[in-house]
T-cell receptor
Framework: KNEVEQSPQNLTAQEGEFITINCSYSVGISALHWLQQHPGGGIVSLFMLSSGKKKHGRLIATINIQEKHSSLHITASHPRDSAVYICAVPGGPDYGGSQGNLIFGKGTKLSVKP | DTEVTQTPKHLVMGMTNKKSLKCEQHMGHRAMYWYKQKAKKPPELMFVYSYEKLSINESVPSRFSPECPNSSLLNLHLHALQPEDSALYLC?????????????FGPGTRLTVT
């Protein structure tokens, strides 16, 4: 079963700062998911990536498959970016044997102060 | 329409009650998932349906009973729950269970068992 580690667990930033959240995993995967969850709310999928880099607005996600590591960057952070950011990967062959059976990191709680 | 809907948003039930949670998607997805999320913890996979058949049951107690009446609808029937079952219950869907596909999450049902 895949193991997922995220860092940092908590992150406080001033508005406008550049933010990086890291995710590492133990078993090789075909794709990694970055998700966002606002307090008390449901989950929104931000990125699904298999290699290289993806950009959406102020969000950038990168992945290094060989090193089993991914990063989520937020440029020009804003208070509305305050949320929990979760990295998720397929559980691996002992976890239902399907890429759809995700295992989630513990999340990074981001607070952006005005 | 890239939306997964869940009803109700909130549910309070006694330990002797029977209730149901409902999840719906109209994206033509053939895989649907139930997750349980306790406060400040990542989601944990409970059940996976693929083409309306249960394919994964992650050792969930029998007081939780899933049902997939058609390809758009997923129910979770609850009976004789315990207070420790209080949590956010999330539904998700993806195009297929196998292969690499983005998962779309619903807003969740916040369940309180008294």
């Amino acid at each position: 079963k895949n193991e997922v580690e995220q860092s940092p667990q908590n992150l406080t930033a001033q508005e406008g700062e550049f933010i990086t959240i890291n995710c590492s995993y133990s078993v090789g995967i075909s794709a990694l998911h970055w998700l966002q969850q606002h307090p008390g709310g449901g989950i929104v999928s931000l990125f699904m990536l298999s290699s290289g880099k993806k950009k959406h607005g102020r969000l950038i996600a990168t992945i290094n498959i060989q090193e089993k590591h991914s990063s989520l960057h937020i440029t020009a952070s804003h208070p509305r970016d305050s949320a929990v950011y979760i990295c998720a990967v397929p559980g691996g062959p002992d976890y239902g044997g399907s890429q759809g059976n995700l295992i989630f990191g513990k999340g990074t709680k981001l607070s952006v102060k005005p | 329409d890239t939306e997964v809907t869940q009803t109700p948003k909130h549910l309070v039930m006694g330990m002797t009650n029977k209730k149901s949670l409902k999840c719906e998607q109209h994206m033509g997805h053939r895989a649907m998932y139930w997750y349980k999320q306790k406060a400040k913890k990542p989601p944990e996979l409970m059940f996976v349906y693929s083409y309306e058949k249960l394919s994964i049951n992650e050792s969930v107690p029998s007081r939780f009973s899933p049902e997939c009446p058609n390809s758009s609808l997923l129910n979770l029937h609850l009976h004789a729950l315990q207070p420790e079952d209080s949590a956010l219950y999330l539904c998700a869907s993806s195009q297929e269970r196998t292969g690499v596909h983005e998962q779309y999450f619903g807003p969740g049902t916040r369940l309180t068992v008294t």
